[in-house]
């Protein structure tokens, strides 16, 4: 088994490709053996759908380190329990036994950990010499036992300097009282509704209201807080995250799933929350969603984020190479001020669907806002502009061609 197997799972980020060029540099520097990727995750690997990594051109690593989203492709499929499906788990045990696969690399969120936790029950299971390291990644920032994730400082500086920008935009266009709303990632957790603490905006222009899926929301009393607000300014500004709920628990989304919204188009939770502001104020208002743009925004990436992107990769080959498992590759922040971080590990058994939410003690619920601990927190993971290679005007993305693995397996 001296071969080692990487996969990305879940919702890609701007930053994973810089993971996956990383682990492979380390791996052909470091470690012997061929270093597999599996294409989509979890499927890719049950459907033998193996690509060599360890023979990627040094251009296409270089390229890959670059590019947003998973230039491997990633999957939602995780691994079941066992006795919910042994066959699951049989062709797995077939392929890496195939492959002569003896470590894996899995980069992920919470879910993620889970199936990497299960990985290391099915090597005791069928009696393998099987490592399983963990990698963090996820926009949301809601893993455990990190201090921040691959791919939230990215997503959270590009939603910063969208709303920015729209802000000034609505704000240049408000002759009378009217709203922007912006619907951000977050089903449970609101980290990146703090975009729009991040986002400096000037003094004259009113700061901007965020929604939390960790705090209940009252619609009667944000309405009057909007209506306040327009006594000193027209433009009003919001963030929602898409998971904020009511005293009920429900999502707000949800309640108003059979409104019709502006150009009868259904929305989430922004157009809910627009047509609530519509229907009570009677003003003007605008939503912008930015679904995958907000992982996907590599020519806005945080430098910092690329970084730890890299690290994690690194130390990953280290762990491997001194024989450990069932572990996550962490970020530790230092004390050191102004910033200053290292990696280290966590077990996975600690962190494996856990989900970390944004502390309610950074959460200023009086002005629907955040505390100053919070901004301190927040941004040094957004400093620093990458630098990409640009033709025509435009980032240069090159599709990755992978060398391909014959298979051994029907």
């Known amino acids: 088994m001296k071969n080692a197997l990487y996969f990305q799972s879940g919702g890609v980020t701007a930053v994973i490709g810089a993971t996956a060029a990383a682990l492979i540099a380390a791996h052909q520097k470091r470690a012997s053996g061929r270093l597999f990727a599996a294409e989509h995750g979890l499927s890719g690997l049950m459907n033998e759908q193996l690509v060599d990594a360890s023979a990627l051109p040094e251009p296409m690593r270089l390229a890959l380190s670059q590019i947003p989203g998973g230039g491997l492709g990633s999957g939602r499929t995780l691994l079941e329990p066992y006795q919910d499906n042994p066959a699951q788990w049989q062709r797995v045990r077939d392929v890496l036994v195939a492959h002569q ?17 299960k990985l290391v ?17 996820t926009i949301d920032n809601d893993l455990e036992g990190t201090d921040t994730s691959p791919g939230f400082g990215s997503a959270l500086k590009y939603l910063s300097v969208s709303l920015m920008e729209a802000a000034r935009d609505h704000c240049a266009m408000a002759t009378k009282p009217s709203v922007f709303i912006l ?34 929301f009252d619609p009667a009393h944000f309405v009057e807080t909007v209506k306040r607000a327009f006594a000193k300014h027209h433009a009003c500004v919001c963030v929602v995250s898409e998971g904020i709920r009511t005293g009920d628990g429900q999502f707000y989304a949800q ?21 609530l502001l519509r229907s009570a104020l009677g ?3 605008h939503v912008a969603i930015p679904d995958y743009t907000q992982r996907a925004a590599r020519h806005v990436a945080s430098a910092t984020d690329i970084t730890q992107a890299e690290a994690i990769a690194s130390h990953a080959v280290a762990l491997a190479l ?13 004390a050191d001020a102004p910033y200053a971080w290292h990696c280290d590990a966590v077990p996975l058994a600690d962190i494996a669907n856990r989900e970390r939410t944004f502390p ?9 806002g955040i505390t100053p601990e919070a901004l301190t927190y927040l941004q040094p993971l957004i400093v620093g502009e990458p630098t990409l290679p640009w033709r025509d005007g435009l980032p240069e993305y ?12 029907g």
């Not at 919204?261 to 989430?268: D, N, P, S, T």
């Not at 309610?360 to 629907?368: E, F, M």
């Not at 090159?398 to 397996?409: D, F, G, M, Q």
Request: net charge neutral.
């Open 101 to 117: 696969i003896g470590t894996i690399y899995v980069n992920g969120g919470n879910g993620s950990m889970d199936t990497a936790a």
């Open 121 to 137: 029950e099915l090597g005791q299971r069928f009696e393998l010499p099987l490592q399983v390291i963990g990698l963090p990644k």
């Open 183 to 216: 619907e951000v990632m977050g089903r449970h957790t609101g980290w990146l509704a703090t975009c729009g603490a991040v986002a400096r905006l000037p003094a004259q222009m009113a700061q901007p209201l965020m929604l939390f899926p960790e705090v209940v």
């Open 255 to 275: 309640q108003n799933s059979a409104a019709r919204y502006g150009h009868e188009q259904l929305g989430g939770a922004g157009f809910a929350v627009a047509h």
């Open 283 to 285: 003003v003007k208002v």
């Open 322 to 334: 001194q024989g450990q498992t069932g572990v996550m590759v962490n970020i530790v922040r230092d």
């Open 360 to 368: 309610l003690a950074w959460i200023d619920q009086s002005t629907y």
């Open 398 to 409: 090159p599709w990755i061609s992978w060398p391909e693995v014959a298979r051994r397996l």
